[in-house]
């Protein structure tokens, strides 16, 4: 039966310039906070990309302001609640289930479970950020081989406010120094794009106005490049890192952040702390 409401339009825009896809979230309006149906639309676009044999390199962006405030934690259309089908891992349905074994399956389905696989995609990937790239927008960043950020770019990770230890995908030591990463978690501070690049956790600062030309002229270069040549060296690379302890890492850390939220529940009223959109933006104040 018809809600005589429109259906939402598709949150993740796809589109080919030659040998790059260009894979935008759409959520504008709300900072392109990641609901479901955005979640499950991004693992559509890198599925289609990864299929399709013209393409060589993927960049991945944000329309309007800001790459991604992070996860949908209170816009009209969060849909957590939602069963979805599920494609990254074995994990049960969370949405007929409660406490913790419905969040743990969740999750590790849509966060750790995605980003896992985003990043092992054979192809090169390049995020293209600017203004907010917050909690769950660096998970979308972090799993990308190259990032390019403009100047008004900024990075955050304030969810130790709810007493949780980083976002689900807790790459913090392995993309920036550890004593880097316990300062950004500890304080929750913005870190701003110029000390981003310092730190080595993005690879090019640019002007805004020259954001996507400049991340698109960088894409079509690595597009000239063998593909299999490219795919290799990106498998290369990311053994290294996981012999380095980072896909061990990821599952222990995983682990912690469930504790923080069953722990959240046991002493509060909810696994978030009592942290909702506005107590967050009030206590960055």
């Known amino acids: 039966m018809s809600t005589g409401r429109p259906a939402p339009p598709e949150p993740v825009h796809y589109e080919r310039r030659g040998a790059v896809a260009l894979v935008t979230m759409d959520r504008p309006e709300y900072r392109n906070a990641q609901n479901s149906a955005m979640t499950y639309a991004l693992d559509r676009a890198f599925y289609r990309a990864a299929d399709d044999d013209e393409v060589k390199v993927v960049v991945l962006a944000g329309a309007g302001r800001h790459f991604s405030a992070g996860h949908d934690i209170g816009t009209p259309e969060r849909d957590a609640h939602l069963p979805f089908d599920r494609k990254a891992g074995l994990w049960w349905d969370h949405s007929q289930k409660t406490g913790a074994e419905s969040r743990y399956a969740r999750e590790s389905e849509v966060y ?4 896992r696989r985003w990043r092992e995609l054979p192809k090169p990937v390049i995020a293209s950020v600017q203004g907010a790239c917050v909690a769950g927008g660096l998970m979308l960043a972090w799993v990308c081989d190259l990032i390019v950020a403009s100047e008004d770019a900024f990075f955050a990770d304030p969810v130790v406010r709810m007493g949780i230890p980083g976002v689900e995908y807790f790459a913090h030591p392995w993309v920036m120094p550890p004593r880097i990463a316990k300062e950004f978690l500890y304080t929750g501070d913005r870190m701003s794009a110029r000390r981003a690049y310092e730190v080595g956790m993005v690879n090019r600062v640019v002007p805004r106005e020259e954001l996507t030309g400049h ?3 960088l894409a079509e270069r690595i597009a000239a490049m063998p ?3 490219l795919a290799l060296t990106k498998r290369a690379v990311n053994q290294a890192e996981d012999l380095q302890g980072l896909h061990a890492g990821l599952d222990s850390v995983f682990g ?3 504790l923080a939220h069953a722990h959240n529940v046991e002493t509060g009223d909810d696994s978030l702390g009592g942290m909702d959109v506005r107590a967050m933006k009030e206590a960055r104040r």
């Open 112 to 115: 750790l479970g995605m980003c």
């Open 215 to 217: 991340t698109l002229e």
């Open 227 to 229: 593909r299999m040549g």
């Open 256 to 258: 912690l952040h469930h």
